[in-house]
């Protein structure tokens, strides 16, 4: 069923620009995400630490100059005396935490003693009975009747080797994580590291898809017939250069392809036009009386050939068209190579003028059986040797010699002909293609090569050329053992 409705394109830019960017957004996020919980977890351990420090500091300074625990109310010195307020401010500007714990002295029962805030709203409040019998220096603990979670780290003040009490100091764990500055900075740092991503992908993905738009523009050109495509070679990305580099190459091979096809066609039009214009030519002077008697017979003779002529031409076309939709059937048989190919050559010298053609055969040693249609591999020796055969212009030595190979019986056919020029040995397997040196001497469509090439690979082998030059011409075929 056809869809009418035309589904919307996007530019390859915008397409891989968004989906790198929901990419990077999401990656960033993850990012952040774990940096806020790992700097906040930081963050905790590191004041946590620091309180201690704290603790320890005033646990020392207690003990230093202490001599018994002073009550509750303003803080005291160990011998009543009042005891300077500024000794625990010192000490947290001395942090410098960016926080305001709230610090008790107590007995060794938790009653509190002294503290800085004693007016803060904490002050009602007995130390936790958690708090006191814990062990640990850090405690995390709740009030009765608040939710919010406390941090409380505990110190000992030992005074002649007995413990009289415990400098304690609070925190709720909402401000001991609380962070303005480092979490704007990390802010900063995702927004910097979103905007030079983006515009690294804009531009990556800008410099992907232009070779690609050029192209696309370029295929459209040769879509149109234009085949005279201008593409950059200027480019340092290995797998693009690939594209655009066999894209040109493919242009000019099409462009050489339609060139050819068009002289060939008129090739073809002339070689079966030929005979048809001869035909008709004898045969009005047989009609009009222009040549009687024994010029009669040599007349009807000569169109007899033409005609025979006309129908081998015809022949190798319908062949050809049979053979490249693979209607023609194959029929396999076991048979030994080495009295194929005897048959095969004993047939074709008696067939062939071969009086000035020296033709020698070296078969295989032991014999191998072979899997083919004897008629289609006959078919492509005997145009093989026909070939030779025009290439020496009827005299000189045709060698045929077998080898084999683990999986393969090599046939190769090997003559003293003119060779084929350089610039056309990639041509010979095009249909309809015929060489410099035949188009003006040997009649035919040019589909004797590419015909034989079709047998051989509908026997299961292959027919390539692997060698040419003025000295001869080699020719190999391989077929697969048994």
Known sequence: MSNNHKEKRISLTRYWTTRYLLTLCIGLTIVAFLSAIWIRHSTLQNRLNMLEFMGEELTNRLEDNATNIPSVGPPKGPNGNKVDPGMFRERQRFMDMGIDPTIYIVDTEGNILSMNHPKGPVVQQAIPDSVMSSESDVIKFKYEDSSQLYYAVKKEIVIDNKTV???IITETKEHLTHLNQEYSQLAIMIG???????????FLSRRLAKPIKDVAYAAKQVQNGNYNIQLPDNIKEEEVYELVHSFKEMASRLQQLEAMRTELLAGVTHELKTPVTSISGLLQAIQDG?????????FIRMAVNETTKLKTMVGDLLAFNSFSVNSIPVKFENLEINQVIQETVTQWELTQDTEEIE???????????VEIDLVRFQQVFTNLFTNSKQAMK?????AVKLSETANDVIIRVIDTGMGIPTEEQTLIFERFYRGENKKYEVRGLGLGLPLSKMMAQSIRGDLRLIDSSENGTTFEVNIPKL
């Open 290 to 298: 222009v040549v009687e008697g024994d010029d009669q017979k040599e």
């Open 192 to 202: 910097c590291l979103a905007l030079l991503g983006l515009g690294a992908i804009y």
């Open 165 to 167: 009490g415990y400098i």
């Open 394 to 398: 009827g005299h000189g030595k045709i």
């Open 359 to 369: 033709l020698t055969l070296v078969t295989l040693s032991e014999p191998r059986q």
